[in-house]
Every structure is written in structure tokens, then in C-alpha cells.
């Protein structure tokens, strides 16, 4: 991974660097992966678990509502001797089957379970309670001359015993009703409320047995997610470290030491040391020129500023969006020079000039295009900075109104444009031109912004 460039210098191999950290970084990832997916495979079986028992709870209240339902229907028979109640019975025990479907629902998560076991005693106590039930629904029915055939087979069949059968009618109702109101109907009747209740607790303790396992399941996954989060954490901050040391840092040098024209630090990863060695060969061999064509072609010699040919550059290869143009202009600066001279029109513009720079930033491109007529090209300056541009406006201005020694107060004339895509050099310039113009003939603004109204 480390190699030696032509200069003898090693560096680290970027594409070897960049191979580790994608081969680390996918098996970070597929680990993480699928300790996600069994993560929300967990929450879904203590979801599930957690629904479930919301329906085996319903289930197992079903069972318990319908035995009660049944007691007190044939309590009802036997009190009123209504019919009606009669055949609720027996819709519930033969249609609704409240019961048998409660015990099926629960067959299919606890068979073989205590919970089942429970439930299915707490059944055969109910079929075992029903047929006193039945015989007291015959006493009834003998008692109140119901026809037999009104009533359902199940009662139909059931045979009293001659000493009963030969009751009166006032003793058969008393019988029946003592048979589903006496101790040993209630006897019963808390037998299966208590295997109710068992089941009811059994049920509870199983879920509660799901949930925990898949709650500690749930917090494994987690913890193992924490883990890999962190070693992906630990593997980006690495690969920031080693990036902003390989590249970004000496990038960054390098961009400083190309803005002040000086030769580029030999550092950093193996390409760029390769990059920066063959950077400076360039450099070398072009310095001698560089500087005399710089001056010679881009500047104003008077004020030092970039001159009209540098602006046009800038201009053609400056993108819009982002941009902002200032165009400046010395108010009655034609006065100066009729009335003082020439010289002194020089000692404006070169004040003038210093103001402009100090007040601008590096990056920023400052022209002298005319006679007194300037340029200002803001980079990455859009229609957020206006408040500043006004700001610097007033600031030069003051600085301006009071000279150094020797110097003319003089004050500017500025407009603004903002660039737009799309927008050619000429009606860029045109825009701030438009706005130039607007402030010249406005005494209490030194600044005017362009605006799309204005140059409708």
C-alpha cells in the first residue's frame, strides 16, 4: 500500500486505502443488515406474541361469557317459563358456539400446553354442567304443557324419572328451579369459573414467558447492532482522518500555495506527491513569465487594479449563477481633473483604487474598465449579500469623504446586477449599467440594485 514516487518520497496508495475501507465497509454492512432483519424479525414475533394473547384473551373470555350466558338463560326458563329463553339457550349452544370456537382458537397456539388443558377441562365441566341444565329445561317444560315438539331435540330427548314425572306441575317448577340455583349448580359453575381462571393466568404467564425471550432476542440484536454501528462509526472516522490527511489537508495547502503563486508542499498520499513533483516542474519552468505576463496583460498600471482586457476574461469565464456585478463610478470626477489636473485625477483613482481593495475580498475580481469607471466581479455572492454590498458601499464612501492627506474627498456611484443562467456578459453588464445610472441620478442613494422591472 505504501510506494515510493520517482523522487524517492513514499506515500499511500489511495486506490489500496480506498479497496481496505470498501471490502471493511460491505462487510459492515451485511452484517448490519441482517442484524436488522433480525431485529424487525423479533419485534414482529413480540407483536405477534403481544396480538395473539390479545385474541387468546378474547377466546378465553368468549368461553366464559357463553357459560354464563347459558347459566343464566336457563335460570331465566326456569323462573319465567318464557320459551324464548329457552331457544337462546340452545342458539348459543348449537349455532353461536361461542365456546367450541374459543377452544379451537387456542388449540392452534397452546395445544398440548397447560393453558389448552385448562381450557379443555373448563369444557368438559360446562357439558357436564349442561346436562343438569337440560333436565331442569324437561321439568320446565313438563310443568308449563309445552309441546314437546316446540322444543329443541336436546330437550326432547331427555327422560324424566318416573318419581319426577309423576310430580305436579307447581313441584316440577320448583325442582327445576332448584337444580340450577342450588349448591351443587354452584358448586360446579365455580369449578369452571376456577379453570377459567387458571387458564386465564396460565395464558398470561406463557406470554409473558414469549415476550421476555423475544424481548432479551430483540436486545442481543440490538447490542449487536450498537457494535457494528460503532465499527462503521470507527471505520468513517478513519477514513475521514486519513482523508483529510492524504488529501484534503494537502489539497487545501495546495490551493492556498497556487493562490499565492508559490510552488506546491510535497505530501500526502502517492498520487498526489506525484501530482504536486510534476506541479512544480510546471511551475518552475513558467515563474520567470508568469509575473511580466500578468502585469503586462491584466492590470492598469495606474491603480494596479485588473484592467478592461482581464475583466473581459473574467466575465466569459465567470458562471452567472452565484455572481454579482458592481459597476462604480467616481462622482463628478471630470471636475477634478478639469479644475486640478490630470495628476490629481491620478491621486483619486489610486485612492479610490486602495479603498476598493481593502473593502473587497481576495476572490473577488476588482476592475478598472474606464477613466473612473470600475468593476467589481463578486464570486459566489447572490442576492443573499445584498445588505453586505450596501454596507461596503457606505463604508468606502466614508472612508473616501475623509482622505488621507493630500487627497481629494471625493465619494461613488454604484449598481448592482445579480447573475442569473443564462445571462450573457453584455446584458449583465447592461443590468448594472442600468442600475449605475439609476444611483448617479439619485443624490440621497449611493447604491442601486438592478431589478427585472426596471429593465422592462
Keep these: ?40 424479525d423479533s419485534y414482529r414475533s ?40 329457552l331457544l337462546n339457550y340452545f342458539n348459543e349452544a348449537d349455532v353461536t358456539c361461542r365456546r367450541e370456537k374459543a377452544l379451537s382458537a387456542l388449540k392452534d397456539g397452546f395445544d398440548g400446553t397447560e393453558v389448552y388443558s385448562r381450557l379443555e377441562n373448563a369444557m368438559a365441566q360446562s357439558v357436564k354442567l349442561m346436562v343438569r341444565e337440560y333436565y331442569s329445561m324437561r321439568l320446565t317444560v313438563s310443568a308449563l304443557g309445552y309441546p314437546l315438539s316446540e322444543v329443541p331435540a336436546a330437550v326432547q330427548q331427555v327422560a324424566l324419572t318416573k318419581r319426577d314425572a309423576a310430580l305436579s306441575p307447581d ?7 332448584s337444580m340450577v340455583f342450588d349448591a351443587e349448580y354452584f358448586r360446579q359453575k365455580s369449578a369452571i369459573n376456577d379453570s377459567m381462571e387458571s387458564c386465564l393466568q396460565a395464558l398470561v404467564e406463557d406470554t409473558d414467558l414469549r415476550q421476555r425471550e423475544t424481548a432479551d432476542r430483540l436486545h442481543d440484536m440490538l447490542f449487536i447492532q450498537q457494535v457494528l454501528i460503532s465499527a462503521m462509526l470507527i471505520i468513517v472516522l478513519s477514513l475521514v482522518i486519513l482523508t483529510s490527511l492524504l488529501v ?87 471636475s477634478i481633473n478639469d479644475t486640478y489636473g490630470h495628476d490629481e485625477g491620478d491621486r483619486v483613482l489610486r485612492s479610490v483604487s486602495s479603498v ?6 481576495s476572490e473577488d475580481y476588482i476592475c478598472r474598465i474606464g477613466g473612473d469607471e470600475f468593476a467589481v466581479i463578486m464570486l459566489h455572492a447572490g442576492q443573499d449579500v445584498a445588505s453586505l454590498i450596501t454596507d461596503k458601499i457606505r463604508v468606502i464612501n466614508r472612508r473616501l469623504a475623509s482622505p488621507p492627506s493630500g487627497v481629494r474627498a471625493v465619494s461613488i456611484s454604484a449598481g448592482i446586477a445579480f447573475g442569473s443562467d443564462g445571462l450573457s456578459a453584455d446584458v449583465f453588464f447592461k443590468n448594472a449599467d442600468t442600475a449605475l445610472y439609476e444611483a448617479k441620478n439619485d443624490p440621497d442613494r449611493d447604491c442601486v440594485f438592478h431589478s427585472e422591472k426596471a429593465s422592462e
Design 356 to 361: 476598493l481593495k481593502s473593502n473587497f475580498r
Design 46 to 85: 413480540m407483536r405477534s406474541t403481544t396480538e395473539n394473547y390479545i385474541k387468546w384473551q378474547h377466546s378465553a373470555y368468549d368461553m366464559q361469557r357463553a357459560s354464563d350466558y347459558l347459566t343464566e338463560q336457563v335460570r331465566c326458563f326456569a323462573v319465567t317459563g318464557d320459551i324464548e329463553h
Design 171 to 177: 313441584k316440577q317448577l320448583e325442582l327445576a328451579r
Design 1 to 40: 500500500m505504501v510506494e515510493t514516487n520517482e523522487n524517492g518520497k513514499s506515500g499511500l496508495r489511495l486506490r489500496w486505502l480506498n479497496a481496505v475501507m470498501m471490502i471493511l465497509t460491505v462487510l459492515i454492512t451485511l452484517l448490519l443488515f441482517f442484524s436488522v432483519y433480525s431485529t424487525i
Design 248 to 334: 484534503i489537508r494537502p489539497l487545501t495547502s495546495a490551493v492556498s500555495h497556487v493562490r499565492e503563486d508559490r510552488a506546491l508542499p510535497v505530501n500526502g498520499s502517492y498520487e498526489f506527491r506525484f501530482l504536486a513533483n510534476t506541479y512544480n516542474k510546471m511551475y518552475n519552468t513558467n515563474r520567470a513569465h508568469k509575473e511580466q505576463l500578468i502585469y503586462e496583460n491584466m492590470h492598469d498600471p495606474l491603480t494596479d487594479l485588473y484592467n478592461r482586457r482581464a475583466y473581459d476574461i473574467f466575465m466569459e469565464s465567470t458562471q452567472r449563477v452565484g455572481s454579482t456585478l458592481l459597476l462604480i463610478d467616481i462622482d463628478k470626477f471630470k
